[in-house]
Every structure is written in C-alpha cells, then in structure tokens.
C-alpha cells in the first residue's frame, strides 16, 4: 500500500483504487458517484422530454412494442460499445460518449414500461423509484461498511444472467409467461450486480475509470428501477 502512495505521488499515474492513497481513493469513489447521479438526471430528464412530447412518445411506444426483439438486440449491441468506449483506454471524451449513448438507449427502451405504468396508476413510479434507490444505497452501505469484496459473483452473476435470457427467449418462442417469480428473482440477481459492481469500485476500478465503474452502477440500477416497476405493476392487478 505504502508503495503505491508513492508511486502514484511521484509519477502521477492511476493505480487501483484499493491500492491508492486514501485522497485519491476518496475523489475517485466521489466522481464515481457524482457520475451515476448525473446519469440517473439525466434519465430522466430524457423521459420528461419524451412525455411531454407526444409525437415522440407514441411513435417509441408503438416502433418498439411492435419490435421489441430487435429493439433488446439493437439495445444490447449499443450496451457493449457503450462499456467498450467506457472502458476504453481513449480520451475522456470517448469515455463519456460511451456513457451518455447508453444513458439515451436505456431511456429509450425504457419508454414502453413507463408508459404502461402510467396506465396501472400515477403513484407507481415514483414508488419503484423510490423502493429502487432505497434498495441501492442499503446495498452500497453494505459495501462500503464491510469493505467486502464480492468479485466472487462475477461467474455466478453471469451464469444467472445467461439463463434469464434463455427463459426470455423461451418465453417469447414458446408463447407462456414468465410472471411474477421470475420478476422477484431477477430484482434478486439486480442486487447481486450492485454488490458486485460497488465492491469493484473499491478493489478493482482504477482512479481513472470513474467513468465506466459509473456506467456499470447506472446499468444495474436501471435494470432493479425495471423489475421493481414490473413488480409493482403485476402488484397493483391484483
């Protein structure tokens, strides 16, 4: 540890943020967070643009309600160019294109359920907004209490990932419906991914990847805000 401090102190190069001085892991964690705050405004921001503009809510709703394989299959090609220039070793302006080109496709993809949502009750977003980011920061305090490193998901996390498209493939091919089990399981596996991510910000992101280990939090928490507004939704029918 005390190697690194120097190291970095004296020729200004990122380290992992486990390893760096306890400043710069403190700034690093802080831009880190100022970055998934700044997504999630933008969100919704986004959203706000899009219902209160109906020529182009309506034409979103109905183009990806009518496609919506091609839409998941467009939506996770633009996720992996988004991580791969988060993640890049590019300038910091490709770093933020690949973060704000995944923020604008999550609220596109995101415009159907909302608007369904809007349909079941006005209380309902705002509720699983709220259950979402309450369920995020018990987790991150968890993390960051402990200082657990839960890397040793990463291959179950994955796996469990896998079969969830497999059964929505499956689901769509074969015509059944998944329902409300598999809605609670995959707000289970959503925790597991914030878990994961939030320990890689302490152990395994170095200072200057705040960019993507923000893209990585802002993906997870708008994949729970997805599955917990579900929930709700099947919820309010009965």
């Known amino acids: 540890m005390r190697y690194a401090e120097e190291y970095e102190g004296s020729y200004g190069v990122d380290v992992f943020a486990a390893d760096a001085a306890l400043d710069a892991r403190a700034a ?5 967070y100022l970055h998934v705050f700044g997504a ?15 020529a ?5 709703v109905t183009a990806i309600g009518n496609n919506w394989w091609m839409a998941l299959v467009g939506f996770m090609i633009v996720t992996w160019l988004a991580d791969r220039w988060a993640h ?13 080109l995944y923020v604008l496709a999550e609220a596109i993809i995101f415009v159907p359920l909302l608007f369904m949502a809007q349909l079941h ?25 402990t200082k657990q490193d839960f890397s040793f998901l990463r291959g179950i996390l994955w796996l469990c990932s896998i079969a969830a498209l497999g059964l929505i493939l499956a689901s769509w091919l074969f015509g059944f419906t998944l329902g409300i089990v598999f809605v609670v399981a995959m707000i289970v596996l959503m925790c ?6 939030t320990s890689n910000v302490l152990h395994h992101y170095r200072t200057d990847q705040h960019v993507a280990a923000a893209l990585a939090l802002f993906g997870a928490i708008a994949t729970l805000f997805w599955y917990v507004l579900r929930l709700m939704m099947y919820l309010s029918e009965e």
Not at 40 to 54: D, Q, S
Not at 88 to 100: I, M, N, P, R, T
């Open 88 to 100: 890049s070793g590019a300038s910091e302006s490709v770093q933020y294109l690949g973060l704000g």
């Open 28 to 32: 690093f964690i802080r831009r880190t």
């Open 121 to 145: 009750g006005p209380d309902i977003i705002p509720a699983a907004a709220g259950l979402t980011m309450f369920i995020f920061g018990g987790l991150t305090m968890i993390v960051m209490i």
């Open 56 to 60: 182009i809510k309506m034409p979103i």
């Open 192 to 197: 597991g991914f914030i878990l994961y991510y």
């Open 40 to 54: 999630i405004v933008a969100f919704i921001g986004l959203e706000a643009i899009v219902f209160n503009v109906e």
